[in-house]
């Protein structure tokens, strides 16, 4: 329900906060911080890309085509999968695969059921309802599924000698493995968590406060941001757990030996 | 006609090699023919690098041969279960690892997966006499242990195993030479009135020549020496 109207925001405005933005930088330069470089990168990145989508968006809801709408959710996996693998300091044995096929299945399977079977969305692709929802659900994945990769590759190199011991038992590698496993997945799951936790105390969270300040009714807004945490959560949970259980597969040959 | 049964293990033109930081493939173990048979005591001695470690990997199937076969009692490694296999060849390395826990959930992890439990009384006491443990260890944090007696645990996990062939890397390296005797002493004789076989990689040359029946020297990929042991000529 629409109550208020929106207060839009002009481009002297933007420029007055990214001059802000620009004077915390050069703060930074004057006490030799060292990220000052960093800094301004990540913001021209921010606003070209930010720009750029919002042109890219416009277009979609112009076009209002599924094809259109597939085509940039691909791209967001796409981009996603680049940077999780990205990401990865250790060594994975066929690490896109792995986590291309995790985060392809998770997100799909939990954007499918939330945008389908709970929200009901009609057509099943309006552009203005899946492209930010698919977009919440991939980004929290793309986190999980780094840090999950990141830890398990390095939890399996790290516990080489655990892990080969417990061979050398008769164990399988699965079996050996386990600690590693159950450590990546816990690190994968510990930023969700956490925001949960804190959500609605300590912040309030992007999706409801954006409704809020559209108008939405808080109510309504707080559904929406109950509904998406949890869908979040399982996308994560699910994200991480084939990488984990994909993964680890990939660090053994088929006769249960620990690869080099 | 009847025929001879297959020895315990044939290691027929084993060879083996390893990725150099360069890229380029250097050769490891180079057609190493070995033969063992049931109740034997093996020292295999040499410098560090000549493959000693490698040798034994390959036993227990921690790793594959390159070229050549290795058979277990007359079948081809390679289509022989491998867990199944590492219970029968089991590999004690050099450095220690213990489990989080205590000694007797270290002892635990090789029973657990068969749920079968730690054994009690008399049959435990002559397990941890054999490697020279001791009962007041079992419910110590494992790791609180020093390498010496963390050694001895991980002999006494491998033997919870009952493993045909027992493969020892440098096995009492952190042990002073009376305790070291001592447990090999126990040790030795465990497998020569049995049907398994023990196959240590020494650099102590002395503690060879008095528990083994022979003596393989690998230099360079190769055996290049077989001797007798001080047993084997009584």
Known sequence: MQKAELIRLGIVDLAVVYGLLLLTIGLARLNRFGQEKEMLIASVRMFVQLIAVGYVLKVIFAIDQPWAVLLILLVMLAVAVQMTVARVQHQMPGIYRVVGTALFTGCGCTTFVFC?????????????????????????SMTG????????????????DEIETALCLGLSSTRAAQPAVHSAFRAALIPTVNSMAAMGIVFLPGMMTGQILSGTEPLLA?????????VITVSVALTSCLIVWRGV??????SHQLRE | MIMAPPAMVEIDAVCKQRSRA??????ILDRVDLQINPAEVIALIGPSGAGKSTFLRL???LDDVDAGEIRWFGQPHSSIDPLLLRRQVGLVAQKPFMFPGTVRENLMIPLADRKEP???????????????AERDWLDQPARKLSVGQQQRVCLARALLNRPRLLLLDEPTSALDPETAGLVLERLTAMFRGSDAALLMVSHDHRLARRFADRILVLRDGRIVEENRGGRAEG
């Open chain 2, 59 to 61: 036993l227990n199937r």
């Open chain 1, 249 to 254: 597969r990939s660090f053994f040959t088929s």
């Open chain 1, 145 to 160: 599924s780094s840090l999950a990769a990141e830890r398990l590759a390095s939890e399996i190199n790290d516990r080489r």
């Open chain 1, 116 to 140: 389908t079977l709970i929200v009901g969305l009609s057509p099943w692709y309006d552009p203005r309802y899946l492209i930010p929802l698919a977009g919440m659900i991939i980004g929290n």
């Open chain 1, 222 to 230: 707080v559904r929406y941001q109950i509904a998406i945490m949890c």
């Open chain 2, 22 to 27: 360069d890229g380029c493939q250097v050769a």
């Open chain 2, 118 to 132: 730690l054994p009690e009384g008399g049959e435990l006491d002559e397990l941890l006499a054999v490697c020279g």
